[in-house]
């Protein structure tokens, strides 16, 4: 997999994150490192921020940034293709499988969004790996967590699976008298696709958990709801080993009152964002943005 950091914002809806993941990208780019956003909400905002038109194709918008919109329905018919190609070789006795033709209906059945997310993070990661870094800007909270979520789960649904498959071999054996032989499970197709994935979702597990690799930026607003949904968020990533690196504290005006969310996540780097009159749109405004308020941020988005 690639080399490039991951920076995760995270937060509730509309606290910020579209904002301040391209903030934090106009900012890295202008210091020279390749940065690449990545739209991972299915309702995209970077588009409106940029005032571009972007889609699964990177558009350049410095010399080194660019920015790519994540087709989520592509993603799902990737997914769902693969399940139905490796169900077609595994099994090929079943002849009158068409997953295609309900793909309509099967596309809204629940849970595969993050697998659709997932299979496009890890494209993304192969093929953008030669830059520096990518910065996710993330879907609702519970998509996100779902999202970071997967490869724990599925390991824990794997390692099942693994047990399962080995008896079913080993009584395979009894039933059609072959010897058991170490052979039998090195042949078989289906545990081979199990140990695959396996490994699949322990190099994501690995990447999510390394504080190198993967960086959580959790966007909130001096107020109580969102302080609330990001302890929750804080505590969901807590359980999965997820380093948060950074609180943007958002939208801070004169009079916010921002001692709760202080004391709360007082172990970790805050980043206190202004409230801005002139609305954050277009690069130029970013870019004034960034320059106005230069001492907070250089100091405190150079740390990834
Ligand atoms: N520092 C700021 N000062 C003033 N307005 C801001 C600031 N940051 C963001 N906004 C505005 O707040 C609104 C929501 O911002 P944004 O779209 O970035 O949030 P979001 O968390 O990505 O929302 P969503 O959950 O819908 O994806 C936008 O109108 C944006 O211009
Ligand atoms: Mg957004």
């Known amino acids: 997999m690639g080399k490039a950091t991951n920076i995760f914002f995270m937060g509730k809806g509309g606290v910020g994150k579209s904002t301040s993941a391209a903030l934090n990208s106009v900012f890295l780019a202008n210091k020279g490192l390749k940065v690449l956003v990545v739209s991972l909400d299915p309702a995209h905002n970077q588009c409106d921020i940029f005032e571009k038109d972007f889609s699964d194709k990177p558009v350049q918008i410095t010399p080194h940034l660019s920015v790519i919109e994540v087709d989520q329905d592509h993603w799902i018919k ?21 997953l295609d033709k309900y793909f309509d209906v099967i596309k809204y059945s629940p849970g595969l969004e993050e697998y659709a997310l997932i299979l496009a993070f890890k494209a993304i990661q192969e093929k953008f790996a030669q830059l520096d870094i990518l910065v996710f800007d993330m879907p609702p909270t519970a998509l996100a967590l779902k999202f970071f979520y997967l490869p724990t789960l599925s390991l824990v649904w794997i390692e099942h699976l693994l047990a399962l498959r080995q008896e079913i071999i080993k009584k395979r054996d009894l039933i059609t008298k072959i010897k058991f032989i170490k052979k039998e499970f ?28 993967t960086e959580v930026k ?46 709360t996540f007082a172990d970790i780097p805050m980043l206190n964002f202004p409230y801005s009159e002139t609305p954050l749109i277009g690069l130029s405004t970013l870019e004034h943005f960034l320059e106005k308020n230069g001492d907070v941020v250089q100091k405190q988005l150079n740390m990834c």
């Open 218 to 263: 959790l966007v909130l607003n001096p107020d109580q709801l969102s302080l609330a949904e990001s302890i929750r968020i804080f505590d969901g990533l807590k359980g999965i080993n997820v380093n948060l690196n950074q609180i943007i504290n958002n939208k801070v005006q004169e009079n916010s009152v921002c001692t709760k969310i202080e004391q």
């Open 78 to 98: 990737q997914y769902i293709k693969g399940v139905h190609n490796q169900i077609k070789r595994t099994y090929s006795y079943l002849t009158a499988f068409n």
């Open 186 to 213: 090195e042949r078989d197709k289906v545990l081979n696709k199990i140990n695959e994935m396996k490994e699949e979702y322990q190099d994501l597990k690995n990447i999510f958990e390394d504080p190198k690799q």
